[in-house]
């Protein structure tokens, strides 16, 4: 069944035989204490292991989906594969990243492949147009992010988290003052490069053209892979090394503006790819609501969040591109699924309740663990506009329900089952 293009295949297989060793690998040498690599440039700890272990499980899923994906589509574009295992490699470093430099070097070479899969369709001025407009976005936020580690080192003298850690335990950092000011700039960088690299308000406007243009299985990779490590990143550098009140209510402001934006976009849309893309938006705002309460309960919810997260996604993505036979694309084109393939109808749905948080499914679990961090920190309003949002997005989920059991479709299309 997958023997097309033989080159494609066997890459792919082999690839997934590297993903499943290297898992098994990582488990079983899961530390007990922490040990530092490199001259203290990396780290390895039990959360390493658990977002590494989980990251290779994503990318595991992701190319299971490509064995179909490219027999479907003809793809003999082998080298895809390769670049997803390079970010792979690249995201698996950036989350033991210890050092502002090994970040950076970690984070660089994940955009770089990102921006190569972007336009791998070679034969779609789409796929182009999305591996053009994240290159050159990417490559300013790129920028911003060097800028302000690069501010941070000329203030400071040091990169290493554990010894900038030290310096900024009991510091105020504030925007007046000679030395203060130049490390609120360079941290405030920071952030910036990091929020437009996990596609947060108000540094998310790449992220609709860049997953629509994309190739499905890209899109997927896009949506699932740089949460984990971009998130464990942060959890480090603002958690544990550049804590301070200042970042929480940036943080909280980037979470209220990407549930609020992430709903109301996302009930216009009627591309399912750019649903998504609000989607995941607006769960970027849920997750951080677990991140910008700096507390362990806070910590413990974003890690549940994640993982809940992109199980609900490779099970939305491994759909769509079951669908993908049909070049189904609008939300319309899914009128009257449930006569014409029951079992994916259902599976659908079953997707969707989670994802609107529908209790007592999983999707509802970790957004009450989210919630409920913020009311222990004291986020009252954070909390009450998540519930409020959640509220708003079960219309554009069950939309998908109502469309696929009650609409009838202007033209009936048929499933292979």
């Known amino acids: 069944k997958y023997d097309y293009p033989p080159l494609v295949c066997n890459v792919s297989w082999l690839g997934l035989l ?30 390493t292991y658990f977002c590494q272990i989980f990251l290779l499980v994503s990318t595991a899923s992701t190319i299971v ?25 690249s995201m698996l470093f950036m989350i033991s990243a210890y050092d502002l430099i090994a970040m950076y070097l970690a984070i660089e070479l994940q955009s770089l492949c990102f921006y190569v899969i972007a336009a791998s369709k070679r034969d779609s001025e789409f796929s182009t147009e999305a591996g053009l407009k994240y290159f050159i976005l990417g490559a300013f936020s790129s920028g ?59 540094f998310h406007m790449w992220a609709p053209d860049v997953y629509e243009g994309s190739p499905t299985l890209v899109t997927a990779f896009f949506s699932i892979a740089p949460k984990i490590s971009i998130l464990a990143n942060m959890v480090r550098v603002f958690i544990y090394s550049f804590y301070d009140p200042t970042w929480q209510q940036l943080f909280f402001f980037c979470s209220i503006a990407s549930m609020i934006l992430g709903a109301l976009a996302a009930m216009a849309q009627n591309k399912v790819k750019r649903l998504l893309a609000y989607s995941s938006i607006g769960h970027v705002g849920y997750l951080f609501i677990g991140f910008s309460c700096g507390t362990i309960e806070g910590i413990q919810s974003l890690l549940i969040g994640v993982f809940i997260y992109v199980l609900m996604t490779i099970n939305v993505f491994a759909i769509v591109l079951a669908l993908r036979q049909n070049r189904f694309k609008y939300i319309a084109d899914l009128g009257a699924l449930a006569k ?64 696929m059991y009650f609409d009838t479709p202007k033209k009936w299309i048929l499933y292979k089952p």
Do not use: H, W
């Open 340 to 403: 014409t393939n029951p079992i994916l109808a259902i599976t659908l749905s079953i997707t969707m309740f989670p994802y609107a948080g529908i209790p007592p499914l999983a999707g509802f679990r970790s957004k009450f663990y989210l919630f409920f961090a913020a009311l222990g920190c004291g986020a009252y309003l954070l909390a009450l506009i998540g519930v409020v949002t959640s509220v708003i997005s079960c219309f554009y989920y069950i939309r998908f329900v109502k469309i």
């Open 144 to 202: 911003i992010l060097l800028f302000g580690c690069s501010m941070i080192y000329g203030f400071t003298g040091v990169t290493n988290f554990e010894e900038l850690a030290k310096i900024f335990t009991g510091y105020e950092i504030t925007l007046f003052g000679a030395q203060s000011s130049g490390i609120f700039m360079g941290i405030l960088f920071i952030a910036v490069g990091f929020l437009f690299k996990i596609t947060a308000v108000p």
């Open 65 to 89: 989906m490509c064995l179909g994906y490219f027999k479907e589509e003809s793809l003999n574009a082998f080298e895809s594969i390769v670049l997803i295992l390079l970010s792979t490699c």
């Open 18 to 47: 590297s993903v499943l060793i290297t898992i098994l690998l990582v488990a079983s040498s899961t530390p007990l204490t922490v040990a530092n690599l490199f001259y203290n440039t990396l780290i390895i700890d039990n959360f």
